[in-house]
Nanobody, 133 residues
């Protein structure tokens, strides 16, 4: 069974930074898929945050996090990291790692920001991020 192991998260003051990491249990999942982060705040729908395809192409970001969050890939460790800076209380949510197939073209993962994850995709268990103060 494929697992997406998430780490990071926690509590941080407004304006602070946190880093989330995600590593698939099978390296093949990392190389074959867009690796993405979604989040879901209480009472709200799950939304795409950022996505990247280790095979190339431009990463995708939600408008609400552009300029503050950065998604990066580590091909040696088959890990994807989400660096979150200038955090706001509105960023408080459960953050989920996800993986799904890329689409042809220079922006292979942008579809995930609005399309979510399909039936052939994978989800992590989620990690809580709380911003306050």
């Amino acid at each position: 069974q494929v697992q997406l192991a998430e780490s990071g998260g926690g509590w941080v003051q407004t304006g602070g930074s946190l880093k989330l990491s995600c590593a698939p249990s099978l390296p093949g999942i990392y190389y074959a898929n867009c690796m993405a982060w979604f989040r879901q705040a209480p009472g709200k729908e799950r939304e795409g945050v950022a996505a990247i395809y280790p095979g190339g192409g431009s990463p995708a970001y939600a408008d609400s996090v552009k300029g503050r969050f950065t998604i990066t890939q580590d091909n040696f460790n088959t890990t994807v990291t989400l660096q979150m800076n200038s955090l706001k209380p509105d960023d408080t949510a459960v953050y989920y790692c996800a993986a799904d197939k890329p689409r042809p073209g220079p922006a292979p993962c942008h579809w995930m920001m609005t399309g979510g994850v399909g039936d052939s995709g994978y989800w992590g268990q989620g990690t809580q991020v709380t911003v306050s103060g």
